[in-house]
């Protein structure tokens, strides 16, 4: 069993950075892939970033690439994303998940997922 606590959300100018945090319960966090989602009001959760147990291979959407950053450290059980040239459009509530399944971008890949935190980019 893992458990996911996000933090590191909030009100940004267009342009500003947030960095989001991902600590998680649990002593195997280290061999599951996480990743980040997000879900703005009406639409689908979308995939962000994720990066792999294994090799810490990181993969990316194509809307953010470039702009975000996803690491971990083992050792302190924490995925953080750092969030940087931040656009209106990034606005919404942003999830941790961690799984094992195939699939990195999609959410049936994950078993677990965070509560979210809220990210809020004005223009």
């Known amino acids: 069993q893992v458990q996911l606590v996000e933090s590191g959300g909030g009100l940004v100018r267009a342009g500003g950075s947030l960095r989001l945090s991902c600590a998680a319960s649990g002593r195997t966090f280290s061999s599951y892939n996480t990743g980040w989602f997000r879900q703005a009001p009406g639409k689908e959760r979308e995939f962000v970033a994720a990066?792999?147990?294994?090799?810490?291979?990181?993969y990316y959407a194509d809307s953010v690439k470039g702009r975000f950053t996803i690491s971990r450290d083992n050792a302190k059980n924490t995925v953080y994303l750092q969030m940087n040239s931040l656009k209106p459009e990034d606005t919404a509530n942003y999830y941790c998940?961690?799984?094992?399944?195939?699939?990195?971008?999609?959410?049936?890949?994950?078993?677990?997922w965070g509560q979210g935190t809220q990210v809020t980019v004005s223009s």
């Open positions: 998940a961690a799984g094992r399944r195939a699939g990195l971008s999609i959410p049936s890949g994950y078993d677990y």
């Open positions: 990066i792999t147990w294994f090799e810490n291979s990181a």
